[in-house]
């Protein structure tokens, strides 16, 4: 009996190895992350008032806007790495200080029939409600994707609520790409 156990055991340690070795074996996926560049558009005027139109939580490496209307004050990109694969795209929805809509505008290699976002409505876009989020949210997948933005022109009133995002990378944009090359690619 004890040889047969043997036999067994090394019968199922060499199945195994093999089955490792094989295509089937899963490689991992390949993961950047992105922190964000804020630009302030506008400020001291009527329509974006005041001199400070984004404000920092040092501590917890947030940034934070208000909402505005229609208005855009601040822009927040995210330049993510140019790949010829398939990529999943995670925005980071901090703890505080984030209680509105996020709404991203996708920039491409050649737009790829995704509007570019200076050819953007103001409140339109891919649109993530942060007030009962936080941690990681898809916000889409595709190839050649250059960068996502958007501004506190989301379409909410004038200083109703917060748009809160991660100042630090690994609190930004996660962008999860496939190992193997896409066939368009």
């Known amino acids: 009996m004890r040889a047969r156990t043997v036999a067994v055991a090394a019968g199922m340690t060499l199945a195994a190895s093999l089955v490792g070795a094989g295509p089937a074996a899963a490689?991992?996926?390949?993961?950047?992350?992105?922190?964000?560049?804020?630009?302030?558009?506008?400020?001291?005027?009527?329509?974006?008032?005041?001199?400070?139109?984004?404000?920092?939580?040092?501590?917890?490496?947030?940034?934070?806007?208000?909402?505005?209307?229609?208005?855009?004050?601040?822009?927040?990109?995210?330049?993510?790495?140019n790949v010829a694969k398939s990529c999943d795209f995670f925005f980071y929805v901090p703890d505080n200080?984030?209680?509105?809509?996020?709404?991203?505008?996708?920039?491409t290699n050649a737009g790829f029939g995704r509007p570019?976002?200076?050819?953007?409505?103001?409140?339109?876009?891919?649109?993530?409600?942060?007030?009962?989020?936080?941690?990681?949210?898809y916000i889409g997948?595709?190839?050649?994707?250059?960068?996502?933005?958007?501004?506190?022109?989301?379409?909410?009133?004038?200083?109703?609520k917060k748009i809160g995002w991660g100042t630090d990378a690994q609190h930004g944009v996660k962008q999860v790409c496939d190992t193997k090359p896409n066939s368009l690619g």
Not at 141 to 160: E, I, L, Y
């Open 97 to 107: 200080h984030a209680t509105g809509i996020v709404r991203f505008k996708i920039r």
């Open 141 to 160: 997948s595709g190839t050649k994707v250059v960068g996502f933005s958007f501004t506190d022109a989301n379409g909410q009133a004038f200083k109703s």
């Open 116 to 137: 570019r976002t200076e050819d953007s409505a103001p409140g339109e876009g891919i649109g993530v409600d942060e007030k009962p989020r936080t941690g990681w949210w």
């Open 27 to 81: 490689v991992p996926p390949t993961v950047y992350y992105t922190k964000p560049l804020v630009t302030v558009l506008e400020a001291g005027t009527t329509k974006c008032p005041g001199s400070d139109q984004w404000f920092q939580d040092k501590a917890a490496n947030i940034g934070w806007t208000y909402t505005n209307g229609d208005q855009a004050c601040v822009e927040v990109f995210y330049g993510v790495r």
